[in-house]
């Protein structure tokens, strides 16, 4: 029997996931690329509720295609693009695995978050050379591929972004606020993230006691009309293209909670399930 090392991804499996006719023909192109991604993120969501769980977080292709696929489950950065470099891979992609530093809502550049997010570069893919970034695994997620080019705004989908870098060569991803204000989201290299830096990462992320995934319940989904619906912490919010919120309900009770899971992330739970931390307002 093959080890989990092994095994490769179930093309079909996936596809079906996310909605797109498994018998498709699928080439390595710029289409076949945003195609995937716009049905990735509108279908499966970013969410680190195994984590408030206590369950482990395992990143072997068979384990990925089973939360996922398998039992119609979310996951974070780790889970969503190993997942997806593994049907970028199969599809014949060129591809390749980054790290980066959520910055969103840290102010100053002065402060180093860890280095535990995952991105993905893709290249060749309109012209020799030309290379994209690829995130299904973020909130806010990639909703399609993005060229690594800087200083240019870029309307996508669901917002407006740019990369730029720093006067030391620090590079940024930052999202548009309202009509005129910035915000890094992410600060990204382009050095290989290698399987034991994701594995160290993924432990961090999932298990150390000073990851704010132990403390915090983030779950956030593209959705239609360049909307995006998240849970943050206690509260359940609606989001335009442009970053302003139409919706910012507080979360009371784990009912309240499971019932938003269930309707607007297709996560489904035991009703009585308790997510952390003790002493939550949605843990009532």
């Not at 020799?128 to 240019?152: H, Q, T, Y």
């Not at 290989?192 to 990462?201: G, Q």
Request: glycine share 6%; proline share 6%; with cysteine.
């Amino acid at each position: 029997m093959a080890s989990k090392e092994q095994q490769s991804v179930d093309l079909p499996l996936y596809l079906r996931r996310i909605g797109v006719d498994p018998k498709r023909k699928l080439e390595p192109n710029i289409e076949t690329l945003n195609l995937i991604m716009s049905h990735h993120t509108r279908t499966i969501p970013f969410e680190n509720l195994d984590v408030l769980l206590r369950r482990p977080i395992n990143l072997d292709v068979e384990s990925l295609q089973t939360k996922i696929c398998k039992d119609h489950r979310g996951g974070y950065c780790f889970e969503q693009n190993m997942l997806v470099w593994h049907v970028l891979k199969a599809i014949g992609y060129k591809v390749t695995t980054h790290g980066g530093r959520v910055r969103w809502n840290v102010e100053s550049r002065d402060v180093v978050p860890p280095r535990t997010h995952l991105f993905l570069k893709v290249w060749d893919l309109v012209t020799p050379g030309d290379e994209w970034m690829v995130d299904g695994g973020s909130a806010p997620s990639l909703c399609s591929a993005f060229p690594f080019i800087f200083d240019k705004e870029i309307e996508t989908s669901h917002d407006v972004r740019r990369l730029v870098k720093d006067e030391t060569g620090r590079m940024f991803m930052q999202l548009k606020i309202g009509p005129t204000t910035w915000k890094d989201s992410l600060e990204f290299t382009f050095d290989i993230m290698h399987p034991i830096d994701v594995e160290i990462a993924n432990w961090f992320t999932s298990a150390s006691p000073v990851s704010h995934f132990l403390n915090r319940l983030i779950v956030a989904k593209a959705d239609h009309d360049g909307k995006r619906v998240y849970i943050i912490d206690g509260k359940f919010c609606v989001r335009k293209a442009d970053g302003t919120f139409i919706e910012n309900t507080p979360i009371t009770s784990k009912h309240q909670l499971n019932a938003l899971l269930r309707k607007h992330f297709e996560l489904v739970f035991p009703e009585e399930t308790v997510f952390g931390p003790a002493g939550s307002p949605w843990c009532e």
